[in-house]
């Protein structure tokens, strides 16, 4: 099977900071896919590669065996890769409707008003939807993001901690809904620091620590895996 996404031997380098240093990893087509490691091992980075926000210093990334590199961001999106970002990006003075009627207009889909009214309903923000963004509390933020992040209709979403500054109920209700997507055919790539979300969800995780992959695997693999507790695990935990 082909992998929706690959990742092969991406560096990044900052100045003397090496964010990537040569870093392999395949996102598979209907499945979860966790992106986990300590603060600076370079998950941002790594996002901020397969949407073409950063040029790699090397390596490339492919999508559906199609070289990426050079592909402006926007045409990312209309290929089918959508994201959120660890620090909020909406439209404060918007309302949450307008947020993702942007996103979806943006992103050219050929009705863009029953495309928002339908994500803001999957995410269950269509009380909230006069709502102005800023005025959210974070938690139905972080929901928006997420709506206005599948206006676009990705194949491929990338959420960079969704479930930062979520209560734990609300935490619970992100997992039924990325389970959710993954079932309509969404491939959803996940930076989280919440173990407990990352390993009732994901099917495959990879492990950064310092801009190296140390571990793939299922969350059982990871979870006893000695190089990912010495590294990550024992901290968090
Ligand atoms: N624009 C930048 N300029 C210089 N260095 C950067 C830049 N962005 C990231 N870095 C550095 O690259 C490394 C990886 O950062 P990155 O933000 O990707 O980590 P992260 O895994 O997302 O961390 P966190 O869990 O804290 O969000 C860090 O050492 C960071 O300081
Ligand atoms: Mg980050």
């Known amino acids: 099977m082909t992998a929706l996404l690959e990742v092969r031997s991406v560096a990044v380098r900052f100045g003397g900071v090496m964010a990537l240093s040569g870093v392999d990893l395949d996102v598979q087509k209907d499945s979860i896919t966790g992106l986990i490691g300590p603060n600076g091992a370079g998950k941002t980075t790594l996002f901020n590669v397969i949407c073409g926000i950063r040029q790699p210093t090397t390596g490339v990334v492919l999508l559906d065996n199609e070289e990426i590199n050079g592909v402006p961001t926007q045409k990312r999106s209309a290929m089918g890769i959508g994201r959120t970002f660890q620090r909020l990006e909406l439209f404060t003075t918007l309302s949450v409707f307008d947020n993702v009627l942007v996103a979806a207009e943006l992103a050219r889909v050929s009705n863009p008003h029953a495309v928002a009214r339908e994500q803001i309903e999957l995410l269950g923000l269509t009380d909230r939807a006069d709502t102005i963004a800023g005025e959210l ?65 994901c099917d495959q995780i990879h492990v950064l620590d310092l801009g190296n992959v140390i571990a793939s695997g299922t969350p059982e693999q990871i979870q006893h895996n000695p190089s990912v507790i010495d590294a990550y695990l024992g901290a968090v935990r």
């Open 137 to 201: 509390p974070t938690g139905s933020a972080r929901l928006l993001e997420v709506a206005r992040a599948l206006a676009g209709r990705p194949r491929l979403l990338l959420l960079d901690e969704p479930a930062s500054g979520l209560d734990d109920v609300e935490t619970q209700q992100l997992g039924v809904l990325l389970q959710q997507l993954k079932s309509l055919g969404i491939a959803v790539m996940l930076v989280e620091h919440d173990m407990s979300l990352i390993m009732k969800v």
